[in-house]
């Protein structure tokens, strides 16, 4: 089993949807990041969190230490929010990585 | 403010030789790591250099090493490529890696071998 897993792997969804995505971890963290990877490769840090909720426009993550779970949601979805969601735990200096989901939005 | 940069963008080489990809942070990081993503596998954390000097490496065999400059700047070396070595290389970067500080990724180098 991975230490981390991100579910689903593959999610396609309408403009204007709400999105999910979800990271379990395996063992105790210091803290979790998100990122976001465009089809080019390059790869942008959306957040990174130890406790509670964090909100960039239209991005919120949450995590709960207790249950090892951090959610990524997107409001009003838009195309351009296609990209792969990767879910990262550790410290700065070895981050673990999920997989990755793939979104896919469609106009 | 520049961001992290990565050269080349692209790199071919065969079964063998030796790869050398560039990375350099933001100005003011003084830690910058380096990643692995082959194709239809994760991201894998590789190496980790902080003021000079490797702090910490991934499972990886000791053909991949590594070098950090005075100006922070990195190299990535891989030697006696193997086709499988074949993926895109991250670089990221970020202040004092020893504590909660956010990391920042350039581009990547695509590194294909024949």
Not at chain 1, 17 to 29: A, K, M, Q, R
Not at chain 1, 63 to 76: C, G, R, V
């Amino acid at each position: 089993k991975n230490e981390v897993e991100q579910s689903p792997q593959n999610l396609t969804a309408q403009e204007g949807e709400f999105i999910t995505i979800n990271c379990s971890y395996s063992v105790g963290i210091s803290a979790l990041h998100w990122l976001q990877q465009h089809p080019g490769g390059g790869i942008v840090s959306l957040f990174m969190l130890s406790s509670g909720k964090k909100k960039h426009g239209r991005l919120i993550a949450t995590i709960n230490i207790q249950e090892k779970h951090s959610s990524l949601h997107i409001t009003a979805s838009h195309p351009r929010d296609s990209a792969v969601y990767i879910c990262a735990k550790g410290r700065a200096q070895k981050l673990v990585f999920g997989q990755g989901t793939r979104l896919t939005i469609n106009p | 403010e520049a961001g992290v940069t990565q050269s080349p963008t692209h790199l071919i080489k065969t079964r063998g030789q030796q790869a050398t990809l560039r990375c350099s942070p933001i100005s003011g990081h003084t830690s910058v790591y380096w990643y692995q993503q082959a194709l239809g596998l994760g991201l894998q954390f590789l190496l980790w250099y902080d003021e000079g000097e490797e702090r910490n490496r991934g499972n990886f065999p000791p053909r991949f090493s590594g070098r950090q400059f005075p100006n922070y700047s990195s190299e990535l070396n891989v030697n006696a490529l193997e086709l499988e070595d074949s993926a895109l290389y991250l670089c990221a970067s970020s202040l004092a890696g020893d504590s909660y500080n956010e990391q920042f990724f350039g581009p990547g180098t695509r590194l294909t071998v024949l």
